[in-house]
């Protein structure tokens, strides 16, 4: 097994020089022991420590590369444990004894399949050639073969047609799968002097594992493993087996990646290929060979190879840019939306129903719908004049009819006032209806009205400078005057702010809600007013207050939710959760203290590390994300990720109790098996004596509305005893919420009484 970063750690020399280009010495080794650095990397590690390691640490799969793809490389059995390397590829296969007719049909056949699908081109990548015993006819279906520019796997146990075969396709550098027990001294001689991979066969494994053997002692390790056996059944269980013994048993002699021949498995009969096709490409089949490849097995193969070989933890994104649809053109309009991969794929198929030519602009929003990129700052009137500056949106299109989605209609005076020679008009709420929508030529009257809308150009404000301090008393002069209401009847409570029990940050005070959403708009303080009071009469310590990027008035919509929170709840401590850093200094300009320092929601260790030096600037507390460009793999790059942000935060003079570190919950649904390592992570926060917190409730998300306290409740319960010090909740579950409370009495972190649930 793949040694641990600790273990790497005890050989490095622990100067924390950052020559490597890592801060740290135990990042450096975390990094290693993930396969994200080679361990030479370190300029004062021992060559003993590296003769040590470097096995050690290399992929207990070995990675090997034909015609410009890798293959292989992996080091989980399950999808779930981490994430698949490298995806499968598929293969046809042709044959000797076909006639040239047979073979160019075949030929014509797969070249018609080729495609791009989420930014990824799909096609058939290999052509098996299988020798029927005529030398000459081998090398001529290889060199056919060759000239449509796909990888060929040489399929023969004759060394002297190999030889044929290798001359007449030249350099293109070929699999060889011939390898067998009988002659494998030859092929390997004829595979590495053309520097070419070698496929190895045998009647069964025990003979495939001593010729790989026999092979290695020969010094070549440039394999594939042909586990194509007598029956389904018997392949089915060699491809296991030898993924199995691999990466579970640590025998690395089968460590090399897989090839299936599906074209002697089941010749003429397509629907059984296909269906074992979808086996092998999740059960483990580098290499799948198949007789006949058209769209109709292609679509599905095609989009399960996508979906298994995509890291679940990162989410489908297309590639930003212009999509032109139905044959647009740049006279045509556009249509704006994110790149998250399903968005996509429902906004284009109801724009091509729709018929009507559009230019479909795909901006970066890290792989986030509509609504969740706003909330987090990722779509926003900002990122959108980056992505046109970027893409010289303007220089490609001359039509300037911007419509956006109606569920970011509240942006659309920020967007139009960063692009102001554009019309930007609102779309539709939702993609299906689009195609009325568009068909009823509703944007090009709402583009005209915009355009006659439009001040003259002397009228327009001026840019502001984003570096420019904050003039508070400008601030505090333009927003409305504070409404106190006393009819609320909910009165913070002061609590120690040294007292060991749960922090409860109550999370529904968030503009992704719509009825907050307007009420930020319009500075409406009541249905803030009332959610705050709910949360507070339920039992929260904290209210976060998410206002979203709130690019045009962050500052002053913070400084006025701020004041209308703490002047009417006995200044109840408040968490800043926005990306406007303008506005998270805004709002702490006038935050009360009395009840608790203000939290910054929040930082991570990618983009977001300087929301730490905001903090420090502050005497804030900080919540500290363990991710960077996306949810950590493991706990030992959480734990990276949390060293790197508490030495940041340590070295601008942080306590070490003011960053409350998120290991990141993640969703139950297609990630149930990595919640242990989220509770795990947390014991090792408390072994460390760091505190931590994070969103429960995102580990409950699609799930029906009865499961979810339930399952809260019980993942609050299992942190808790693990040393989770917080959590962002909503405080109006009462079985969540009586459920903390009981565990603050277990864990002595409240004295009991009788009546402590009303407490």
Same mark, same amino acid.
């Given at each position: ?433 689009? =195609? /009325?929508? *568009? ?12 355009? &006659?809308? %439009? $001040?003259?150009? !002397? ?102 939710? =701020? /004041?209308? *929170? ?12 926005? &990306?406007? %850093? $303008?506005?998270? !200094? ?174």
């Amino acid at each position: 097994m793949a040694v641990k970063g600790l273990d790497i750690f005890k050989l490095s020399p622990k100067k924390n020089c950052k020559e490597c280009g890592v801060p740290t010495c135990m990042a450096f080794c975390m990094k290693v022991a993930q396969g994200a650095l080679p361990i030479e990397k370190c300029p004062y590690m021992s060559d003993e420590a590296i003769a040590l390691l470097s096995e050690a640490t290399a992929p207990p799969m070995k990675a090997i590369e034909v015609g410009g793809m890798k293959l292989g490389g992996e080091t989980v059995m399950m999808r779930h444990e981490k994430t698949f390397v490298n995806r499968n590829r598929f293969a046809v296969s042709l044959c000797t004894c076909m006639d040239d007719a047979a073979v160019d049909a075949k030929l014509a056949e797969m070249k018609a399949v080729d495609y791009e699908r989420i930014g990824e081109r799909e096609y058939v990548e290999f052509l098996l050639v299988h020798d029927g015993g005529d030398g000459a006819r081998l090398a001529d279906l290889c060199k056919k073969a060759a000239a449509t520019e796909r990888a060929v796997i040489i399929d023969t146990d004759s060394v002297d047609n190999a030889k044929l075969a290798l001359a007449a396709i030249g350099d293109t550098k070929p699999v060889l799968n011939g390898a067998n027990k009988d002659n494998y001294e030859a092929m390997s001689a004829l595979a590495v002097e053309a520097g070419v991979v070698l496929g190895v066969k045998g009647a069964d494994l025990a003979e495939i594992h001593d010729t790989v053997a026999a092979l290695e002692k020969l010094e070549n390790k440039n394999l594939v493993i042909d586990v194509t056996g007598a029956t389904i059944k018997e392949t089915f269980a060699n491809a296991v087996l030898v993924r199995r013994t691999a990466l579970k048993d640590g025998d690395r002699t089968f460590g090399y990646p897989s090839l299936v021949n599906l074209a002697k498995l089941c010749h003429g009969d397509v629907h059984m290929e296909t269906a074992l096709a979808a086996l092998f490409t999740m059960k483990y089949g580098s290499i799948v060979v198949m007789e006949t490849m058209r769209y109709a097995e292609a679509l599905p193969l095609y989009g399960l190879r996508q979906n298994v070989f995509t890291d679940p933890q990162k989410p489908m994104k297309v590639e930003p840019g212009i999509y032109p649809i139905n044959g647009a053109t740049p006279d045509d309009p556009c249509a704006l939306t994110v790149d998250f991969a399903l968005t996509y794929f429902l906004v284009s198929g109801e724009l091509e129903r729709s018929k009507v030519p559009v230019n479909l602009l795909i901006t970066d929003a890290s792989g986030m719908s509509v609504l969740t990129a706003w909330a987090a700052g990722k779509f926003s009137s900002g990122s959108i004049k980056k992505f046109f500056d970027e893409y010289d949106i303007a220089g490609k299109i001359n039509n300037r009819t911007l419509i956006i989605p109606g569920k970011a209609a509240v942006m659309k005076g920020d967007i139009q006032d960063k692009l102001p020679d554009w019309n930007v008009v609102v779309g539709t709420r939702e993609a299906v209806e689009l =195609v /009325k929508y *568009l068909r009823d030529g509703e944007y090009i009257k709402a583009a005209e009205a915009v355009a &006659a809308s %439009k $001040k003259p150009a !002397e009228e327009k404000k001026e840019a502001v400078d984003a570096n420019a301090p904050l003039d508070f008393e400008k601030i505090a002069a333009s927003i409305p005057a504070i409404k106190i209401r006393d009819d609320l009847n909910a009165h913070y409570k002061q609590r120690d702010p040294e007292s060991p029990k749960f922090v409860t940050i109550g999370e529904r005070i968030h503009c992704i809600s719509p009825v907050i959403r307007e009420a930020m708009a319009t500075f409406n303080p009541d249905p803030i007013l009332e959610r705050a009071a709910q949360q507070i009469k339920a039992g929260a310590t904290y209210l976060d207050v998410n206002i979203g990027p709130a690019e045009s008035n962050g500052p002053e919509l913070m400084t006025w939710a =701020v /004041k209308l *929170l703490q002047e009417n709840f006995n200044n109840v401590p408040l968490a800043l959760d926005t &990306a406007n %850093k $303008k506005a998270i !200094e805004a709002g702490i300009h006038v935050y009360n203290r009395t009840n608790g320092k203000p939290i910054v929601n929040s930082a991570d260790a990618g983009s977001r590390i300087s929301n730490i030096d905001l903090a420090a600037a502050n005497d804030a507390i900080v919540i500290a994300l363990c991710s960077a460009d996306g949810i950590a793999k493991d706990n030992e790059e959480r734990m990276m990720h949390c060293h790197h942000m508490l030495e940041r935060g340590l070295s601008l003079g942080m306590d070490a109790s003011d960053l409350w570190f998120d290991p990141l919950f993640l969703v139950v649904k297609g990630m149930q098996d990595k919640q242990m390592d989220v509770l795990n992570a947390i014991k090792l926060f408390a072994d460390e004596g760091l505190k931590s917190t994070g969103g429960l409730s995102n580990n409950s998300n699609g799930a029906p509305k009865n499961v979810r306290p339930i399952m809260d409740s019980a993942l609050v319960a299992m942190a808790m005893m693990q040393g989770l010090t917080s959590a962002i909740v909503n405080p109006n579950d009462l079985r969540l919420m009586e459920t903390i409370k009981s565990c603050d009495i277990f864990k002595n972190n409240e004295l009991y009484s009788d009546s402590y649930l009303e407490i």
